[in-house]
């Protein structure tokens, strides 16, 4: 999932084609078998290159902690090229 989300860019490929997905509060894809949360914004901070969006989480929806998964190491995320040059 990160390899596709984070080194394909929606100029070039449809990111979603062949996964199986629902829609989610405020009509957000929402992939089956994957945990998500989902919230309203908060702030928004201007970091440089990028912007940090600070959510206010909604409590009554999402797939929370299923801890029987592995998550994906931050140390493997650096590894995958981003989809749009910095």
């Not at 405020?26 to 309203?40: C, H, K, N």
């Not at 797939?63 to 590894?79: I, K, T, V, Y």
């Amino acid at each position: 999932m990160a390899q596709r989300f984070g080194a394909e860019t929606d100029d070039d490929v449809d990111k979603f084609a062949g996964l199986a997905w629902n829609v989610g509060p405020g009509g957000a894809p929402v992939l089956e078998g994957v945990d998500w949360f989902a919230g309203t914004v908060g702030q928004v901070y201007d970091v440089g290159d990028h912007v940090a969006v600070i959510i206010d989480v909604l409590t009554n929806v999402g797939n929370h902690g299923r801890s029987d998964e592995r998550q994906l190491p931050s140390r493997l995320a650096e590894a995958i090229p981003a989809g749009h040059a910095p």
